[in-house]
C-alpha cells in the first residue's frame, strides 16, 4: 500500500490535536427553539430533538400526539389535472421516537472553530497562506481555470509580478497551496489479480491493479462535521404527517421513511443513524478516440438535507474512491466477465471494510451542530443503473436485483419474496443490500419506460406522422417546441425526455386508439408520481392505481402487434417504488443523474489536468488540491461574518453575552457534562433563504393565519419591516 504524498500535504491538524484544544461553543439557534434534558444533567436529545414553540390550533384533535412543525421551504408544482389527487396538505405534523433518539456526549470545537484557533495562535490573517484577499482570489482562479503550463506563462507577466503576488510560478504557488487543510489521504491498494492463462514458464499469468481509496469513516467524519450544513442536518428519525390525527403519511426526506425508524429501534439508546448513501458509475473519460476509463465510488449521507446533498457547489458528496479498470488480459476470453465482477466485489470489499467495525460499534464525532455524538454509519442506499444493480446484487440482467421473480413473469404485477445473498458486505450492520438498491428515475423512467418502450409503441402505431403532431404543436412560453420533431434527434438527455413527456398526451389524443391513450396516460402518471419530492399516503396510493391501470390494459399492445410481452424488467422495477419510497423518503433524492453529473468533477476535469500517463494518481493529486482549495473558500465563507463582527466592535464581552441566548442547553447544561471545559458563544448573523418564483402568489393575510396557524404573523410582520 502506499499513500499519496505529492505535491499537495496531508491534513493540517489531526482528530488527536482536535480533542486537545479548547471548547468553543457557537450558538445559531433561534430563540424559540430548545434542547431538552434528563435530570441528571445530561444532554439527551430525543426525537424532534428541535422542539418549536407554537400555539395549538383549537381544532385540531390529539394536539399532545403530534408536534406542529414550520412549512417547509420547498415550492410546489401544480398540475391543472382533474384526475390528479389532491396535492399532499402543507400542514406538516410529526410523531416522536418512543425512545432516547441521540445523546449529546460532550461538546468541542468544530472544524472551522479548529481552524480559526489555529490562525489566531499563529497570528496569521484569514487569507494564510495568501497574504491578501486579492491574492486569495487570484490563486482560486487559477486553480480552478489554468493547468500548470499556462499557469506559468501567466504569471511572468509583467502585469502579474509587478502586482506583488507572493508566488512567481507554478511550483511556488503549489507549495501555497500544500499549506492548506485538506481531506482524508489518498491512499493505493496494489491487488494482485491471479489469471487462468499459463504463460510459456508454464506458471498462471498475474496482473496489478490499483484501488485508489479514502477511508470512508474519515470521509463521514468531515460531512458529519461541516459547520456549512449545519442548519441542513438531522440526527433523528421522524414519522411525519400531513394532518393532526396522523392518518396521512409524509414521505421526503430520508429520515421520514421507516428504514431510519427501523435501524434506530435496533441501536443503543443515545445512537445517532448516519444512513451512508453510495453511488457507483464507470464513465468514459477520453474523447472522440481511446479507452480510457475511470470507476468513480462517491458517498453522502442521509442526515443531510437532499436539497443540499443535490448542489454539486455544496459539496455534500465526496469521492472515496477509484476502483480498478482492467481488461483482464491474464484470462481467457469466456472468464473474463466473471473475473470482473469478482474484482468489482473485492475492490467494494477492501473499500467499505471500515464501515463494517463504525457501524457496529459507533464512533464518537464532533458533528456540526458543535456536540460530540455516538455516530454509526450504516449502508441505507445503493444508487447505480440498472447493470451495475445487477452486479452489486449479484444477479444477471435477466433477474431482478430486488426481489426473486421469475425470467418469464417479470410483466406480471405480483408480489414476490426479497431476495436473499451471502455477499461481501454480509459484516455490514443493518444492511440489506438488495433493499439498499434505491429507484433510478433517470435510466429506468426517462430513457427507459418512456423512451425505449413507450414513445416507440406509439411510433410503431402512429408511424412518421408523429413528427408532424410535435411540430404542429403550438408555441408556448414553458414548453419545448420540437420544430423537427424528435425522429431526428440522435442523443437524449433527461431534460429532452422530459420536456416530450409535457406533451405527448396531447399528441396522441385522436391518432390513436383510447385504450392506447389510457396505457400511455398512466404510464405518464406513473413517471411524474415518482418525481415528486414530497409524497403522502395519498400520492402513493394514486403511484399505486397508475400501475395497476396499466397492467389492466397493456394487452391491447399485444392484440394490436406492437409488442410480444412484458417481461422487461423496467417494468418490473416500477413495482419495487413505493416500497422504497416509503423506506428511504422520496426518490427524486436518489437519482442518478446527480452521480453523472459529478463525473464532470471528480473523474473528467481531473482527466483533462493530467498527462494521460498514469492518470489515475494524477487525478488524485488534482482533486486533492481542487480540495483544499474548497475547505479554505468554506472557512472563510463562515470567518467572514465573525470578522466582521469583530471590526464592528462584537469582541470579548459580546461572546459572554449571548451565552444564553436561544440554546439554553449549549449555554446552562454543557457544565453539567463530565470533563467539559465552560462553553464560550459567538454571534452568529441571521440570514434568510427564500424561493426565487414564489409557490402560491396573492395568499391573504387571512389565509396565512388560518391555514398554517400563524396567528402572530401580522404584529410580526411589523416588527420585522420596523426593524
Not at 614 to 629: F, K, P, R, S
Amino acid at each position: 500500500m502506499k499513500v499519496l504524498e505529492g505535491p499537495v500535504i496531508a491534513e493540517s491538524a489531526d482528530e488527536e490535536n482536535q480533542d486537545n484544544q479548547d471548547v468553543d461553543l457557537d450558538t445559531t439557534a433561534p430563540e424559540d427553539w430548545y434542547y431538552t434534558s434528563d435530570h441528571n444533567g445530561t444532554l439527551d436529545v430525543y426525537e424532534g430533538h428541535l422542539v418549536q414553540h407554537q400555539q395549538v390550533h383549537a381544532d385540531h384533535p390529539n394536539p399532545r400526539d403530534l408536534c406542529d412543525e414550520p412549512l417547509s421551504k420547498r415550492a410546489w408544482v401544480e398540475e391543472d389535472v382533474d384526475d390528479i389527487p389532491d396535492r399532499p396538505s402543507e400542514a406538516h405534523f410529526t410523531e416522536q421516537f418512543i425512545r432516547l433518539a441521540t445523546k449529546i456526549l460532550g461538546a468541542q470545537n468544530t472544524l472551522f472553530e479548529s481552524m480559526e484557533a489555529v490562525e489566531t495562535a499563529k497570528k496569521e490573517s484569514m487569507w494564510a497562506p495568501f497574504h491578501t484577499k486579492g491574492e486569495w482570489e487570484l490563486a482560486h482562479f487559477l486553480m480552478k481555470n489554468i493547468g500548470q503550463t499556462k499557469m506559468d506563462e501567466f504569471l511572468k507577466l509583467k502585469i502579474v509580478w509587478e502586482s506583488g503576488v507572493s508566488f512567481e510560478n507554478a511550483r511556488s504557488f503549489l507549495k501555497h497551496v500544500d499549506k492548506l487543510r485538506t481531506g482524508p489521504a489518498w491512499t493505493c491498494e496494489i491487488i494482485d489479480v491471479c489469471g487462468d492463462i499459463v504463460s510459456k514458464d508454464g506458471r498462471l499469468k498475474h496482473e496489478e491493479v490499483e484501488l485508489w481509496q479514502h477511508n470512508p469513516v474519515e470521509c463521514v467524519w468531515e460531512l458529519m462535521g461541516n459547520p456549512a450544513f449545519r442548519d441542513v442536518m438531522s440526527y433523528v428519525p421522524e414519522w411525519a404527517y400531513a394532518d393532526a390525527n396522523g392518518e396521512t403519511r409524509i414521505y421526503d426526506e430520508m429520515w421520514t421513511g421507516n428504514w431510519w425508524w427501523d435501524v434506530q429501534s435496533k441501536l443503543p439508546e443515545g445512537a445517532v443513524v448516519m444512513p451512508v448513501i453510495l453511488s457507483s458509475d464507470k464513465t468514459l473519460l477520453s474523447q472522440f478516440s481511446g479507452d480510457k476509463k475511470a470507476w468513480p465510488v462517491y458517498l453522502t449521507i442521509g442526515n443531510i438535507s437532499k436539497d443540499v446533498r443535490h448542489q454539486v457547489s455544496a459539496h455534500a458528496t465526496v469521492l472515496i474512491g477509484y476502483l480498478p479498470v482492467s481488461k483482464l488480459d491474464c484470462f481467457q476470453k469466456k472468464s473474463r466477465s466473471v473475473a470482473g465482477y469478482c474484482l468489482f466485489h473485492h475492490s467494494m470489499a477492501l473499500l467499505l471494510h471500515p464501515l463494517a467495525n463504525a457501524g457496529h460499534e459507533g464512533r464518537e464525532m464532533i458533528c456540526a451542530d458543535g456536540y460530540i455524538h455516538r455516530v454509526h454509519p450504516i449502508l441505507a442506499t445503493y444508487i447505480a443503473d440498472f447493470p451495475e444493480q445487477c452486479l452489486v446484487a449479484c444477479n444477471k440482467e435477466s433477474r431482478c436485483p430486488h426481489c426473486l421473480v421469475q425470467s418469464n413473469k417479470r410483466g406480471d404485477l405480483e408480489d414476490w419474496e426479497s431476495r436473499f445473498f451471502d455477499p461481501f458486505w454480509k459484516d455490514l450492520p443493518f444492511t440489506d443490500i438488495f433493499a439498499c438498491l434505491t429507484p433510478d428515475i433517470l435510466h429506468q423512467l426517462h430513457k427507459g419506460i418512456f423512451h425505449d418502450h413507450l414513445v416507440q409503441w406509439c411510433t410503431s402505431i402512429i408511424g412518421e406522422e408523429i413528427d408532424a403532431h410535435f411540430q404542429a404543436m403550438t408555441w408556448y412560453p414553458a414548453l419545448r417546441h420540437f420544430k423537427k420533431g424528435i425522429s431526428s434527434v440522435s442523443q437524449w438527455t433527461g431534460t429532452e425526455h422530459k420536456e416530450m413527456q409535457r406533451v405527448f398526451v396531447g399528441l396522441l389524443a385522436g391518432a390513436v386508439d383510447d385504450r392506447i391513450l389510457v396505457v400511455a396516460h398512466s404510464l405518464l402518471d406513473f413517471i411524474y408520481y415518482a418525481q415528486l419530492q414530497r409524497h403522502t399516503d395519498t400520492t402513493l396510493m394514486a403511484m399505486e392505481e397508475s400501475l395497476k391501470t396499466f397492467h389492466a390494459h397493456k394487452h391491447v399492445l399485444i392484440k394490436l402487434g406492437v409488442h410480444e410481452d412484458f417481461n422487461v424488467p423496467k417494468i418490473h422495477s416500477m413495482q419495487h417504488y413505493v416500497t422504497s419510497i416509503r423506506a428511504l423518503g422520496s426518490a427524486d433524492g436518489y437519482n442518478t443523474e446527480y452521480p453523472e453529473r459529478l463525473h464532470i468533477d471528480y473523474a473528467k476535469d481531473g482527466y483533462r489536468a493530467s498527462n494521460k500517463c498514469n492518470y489515475v494518481e494524477q487525478m488524485a493529486l488534482w482533486l486533492q488540491c481542487q480540495e483544499a482549495m474548497y475547505y479554505k473558500s468554506a472557512y472563510l465563507a463562515w470567518r467572514k461574518p465573525r470578522a466582521v463582527s469583530l471590526e464592528s466592535g462584537c469582541k470579548g464581552n459580546a461572546r459572554d453575552s449571548e451565552t444564553h441566548i436561544g440554546d439554553p442547553a449549549r449555554s446552562a447544561g454543557v457544565s453539567d457534562l463530565p470533563d467539559s471545559p465552560v462553553p464560550q458563544m459567538s454571534a452568529v448573523k441571521a440570514h434568510y433563504k427564500v424561493a426565487k418564483i414564489p409557490p402560491r402568489r396573492q395568499v391573504s393575510v387571512n389565509s396565512i393565519e388560518s391555514d398554517h396557524q400563524a396567528f402572530e404573523f401580522l404584529p410580526t410582520l411589523e416588527h420585522f419591516l420596523a426593524s
